[in-house]
């Protein structure tokens, strides 16, 4: 069982006119978390608060049980690292790496050169030590700034957009090295991005942020499929939102009903809802579902059949690992099938098919305001394992 | 014989057939007026600053080495160079944390902060000077003589009233150098373990090193010419408070045209010499 890394109590940082706030978490000592976000979202303010480069005006922050809220940064001995390298160009790609043994005055230290040239030779940058980092590439600046804040053997590496400057060949050979030095030092890392693609590959946890407050916590895939506010949804790409409100019917089950009322979802349990409680009748919800999980057939849907709707195919667009159909059916719903599937269906722009979606795949979440980062599935998700 | 007559007479008609239009050159050229009026403006600027230097060299060059032999001007020279190098340290001094301070730091009142500190540059230096002399003089005069550290009408004048001058050109320089760097260059370098002030050391200041460089040669020159706010604080005192710009003064008003010449063309080496380390210090700046 993993021990608690980090914790995190109400922490509450003001940078300029922005405030950050109602942040709680725990990092285990084994997690890869992501913070993602858009821009403006306190992202960076939040990370450059935990390594103590920003005052915090409330809260705690504990590492290895040990509060460290108001310790210099030079004092909590954890890595960090920016998105460009950010290397110091007075400096060869050697001193780089050792500047912060450097710092701690260990930079003539015999174990202290072995470990830095295991680290440069497994990072594939061994022979650029002589090199001046002005004339390195981007996937070289990053790894020779990632060999500099693992030197020293932090606990904990913070990483802001690490792989957002680089291009996709280089992007992915930095996934597989941040993934290798995950595992093969047994840090914990706190990775900062806008990218959802970024936190499904490499995240074991994420905390999606908005406006300066904790929108959802949990299992990236848990995320990708659940998103448990409006603003989760649209951010990660959940392909159809739709509003509507909650009814039941004569049998006492409840339906999730769309604005215009023709069109029924259900009959809803509670793992519809992602906090796991059945809402209230004629309360607004927010339908989401994914492209993949619509299914799209030929002909007319049947009388009686629920789940199940009439549309008529408005545009397809051709990917290059699937087609994405946009439908036209009491809303516009968007479709997503392989390559084969869609060439066996022999369909066009203008037919007429026949949309369903299982009960399972319905999730909803509240129509109202906003969702607090309490409440999110991380608690309440339980049925879900991947 | 006959075939190569037939090839010539056809190259011909071809030639006349496709040979394109001749025109005339100087109709086909478009003129370009907005450029032509601005390289002319070059042009008689160019001129002008040679005619400027030339004109110095040739009125000056006369007996340039008695000159340099002149026991009064190599007090001059040997007085200027310390005493513009001092000013220059010690502007520098406040200029390096100032800059610092007003790069990274916000507070209130800074836009304040910062119209005063360039007061000397707007001021005229003679006001400059006339303000000076009243703070060392009746203001605080007894307060430096009681600790022997006149300033009114002598060397220490010279020193402070340069100092005055290109302080706020140092500020400025050294602002723009610490804007220059990337804060987070310097958050890195803390996450790695230094502290605020080694950061500074080992961080900051070589960063900026090549902007702090330049800057520095840009205020040597601005307290190397300086003349009217040490004029009105040091004094005018041959062989005492005498600069280099205040033997050009002194000698100008007695007649000696040739020594204020030949003064006027070390001045004018010593300007080219800074402006060339200048541009060398703000190249390796860019090429960083």
């Given at each position: 069982m993993s021990r608690v890394l980090l914790e995190v109590a109400d922490l509450r940082v003001k940078a300029g006119g922005f405030l950050l706030r109602d942040i709680n978490f725990e990092m285990m000592g084994d997690e890869y978390l992501v913070i993602l976000g858009p821009t403006g979202s306190g992202k960076t303010v939040l990370l450059e608060s935990l390594a103590g480069l920003r005052d915090i005006a409330g809260g705690r922050v504990c590492l290895n049980g040990k509060d460290i809220t108001h310790e210099p940064p030079e004092n909590r001995y954890l890595g960090f690292a920016y998105q460009d390298g950010l290397l110091y160009n007075f400096l060869s790609v050697r001193e780089n790496v050792l500047f912060g043994a450097r710092a701690r005055g260990m930079a003539g230290d015999p174990g202290v050169i072995r470990r830095m040239e295991q680290l440069v030779e497994s990072m594939g940058i061994s022979h650029l030590l002589d090199r001046s980092p002005k004339n390195l590439s981007g996937g070289e600046r990053q790894r020779v700034s990632l060999a500099r804040a693992i030197l020293t053997r932090p606990e904990v590496l913070l990483l802001d957009e690490p792989l957002s400057a680089l291009d996709p060949q280089t992007r992915h050979a930095m996934q597989l090295l941040l993934k290798e030095i995950h595992s093969a030092e047994g840090l914990g890392i706190i990775h900062v991005t806008h990218d959802f693609s970024e936190t499904l590959q490499l995240g074991t946890r994420v905390i999606i942020m908005n406006n300066g407050r904790m929108e959802q916590v949990g299992h990236p895939k848990e995320v990708f499929f659940y998103p448990a506010t409006e603003f989760s949804a649209k951010f990660i790409g959940m392909e159809n939102i739709i509003r509507g409100i909650i009814r039941k019917d004569n049998q006492g089950q409840l339906w999730f009903v769309l604005e215009n009322g023709d069109l029924n979802f259900g009959p809803l349990s509670e793992g519809s809802f992602g906090t796991g409680q059945l809402p209230q009748t004629d309360e607004p919800a927010i339908l989401l579902v994914r492209a993949g999980n619509i299914r799209l057939e030929h002909g007319d849907p049947p009388v009686t059949a629920v789940n199940c709707w009439e549309a008529v195919i408005r545009n397809v667009f051709f990917d290059r690992t699937h087609v994405d159909v946009y439908c036209d059916g009491k809303g516009l719903w968007r479709t997503s099938l392989s390559f084969f599937e869609w060439e066996n269906l022999g369909l066009g722009e203008g037919d007429r098919v026949r949309l369903s979606v299982r009960p399972q795949d319905i999730h909803l979440i509240s129509g109202e305001g906003h969702c607090d980062a309490e409440a999110m599935p991380s608690k309440g998700f339980k049925k879900y394992v991947f | 014989m006959k075939d190569l007559q037939c090839l010539q007479s056809t190259a011909l008609k071809q030639n006349r057939v496709f040979a394109p239009a001749q025109t005339n050159p100087l109709k086909s050229m478009k003129i370009n007026w907005l450029q032509l009026s601005f390289g002319l403006v070059f042009v008689v600027l160019t001129g002008f600053m040679a005619a400027l230097i030339g004109g110095l060299f040739v009125y000056g060059k006369g007996d340039f080495l008695a000159v340099l032999r002149n026991p009064e001007f190599r007090f001059a020279l040997l007085f200027t160079l310390w005493t513009s190098v001092t000013a220059t340290l010690l502007a520098a001094l406040i200029a390096i944390p100032a800059g610092y301070v007003l790069s990274r730091q916000r507070f209130p009142g800074k836009a304040l902060i910062e119209t005063l500190m360039d007061i000397p540059i707007v001021l005229p230096p003679l006001v400059s000077g006339v303000a000076l002399l009243i703070l060392l003089g009746p203001v605080l005069g007894e307060v430096l003589t009681r600790f022997s550290l006149d300033v009114v009408f002598s060397a220490r004048g010279v020193v402070v009233a340069q100092c005055f001058i290109a302080t706020p050109f140092a500020i400025r320089a050294f602002k723009q150098a610490f804007d220059s760097i990337d804060?987070?260059?310097?958050?890195?370098?803390?996450?790695?373990?230094?502290?605020?002030?080694?950061?500074?050391?080992?961080?900051?200041?070589?960063?900026?090193?090549?902007?702090?460089?330049?800057?520095?040669?840009?205020?040597?020159?601005?307290?190397?010419?300086?003349?009217?706010?040490?004029?009105?604080?040091?004094?005018?005192?041959?062989m005492k408070t005498e600069t280099l710009s205040v033997a050009i003064f002194l000698n100008m008003s007695i007649g000696d045209i040739q020594f204020a010449m030949s003064v006027s063309m070390i001045m004018l080496f010593l300007a080219l010499l800074l402006m060339s380390l200048f541009k060398f210090f703000t190249s390796s700046e860019v090429s960083q």
């Open positions: - | 804060p987070r260059l310097e958050k890195v370098a803390r996450t790695l373990g230094f502290s605020q002030g080694m950061v500074f050391l080992k961080v900051t200041l070589p960063l900026a090193k090549g902007c702090i460089l330049s800057g520095l040669t840009m205020t040597w020159a601005r307290a190397l010419g300086e003349f009217g706010a040490t004029a009105i604080l040091a004094g005018i005192t041959r």
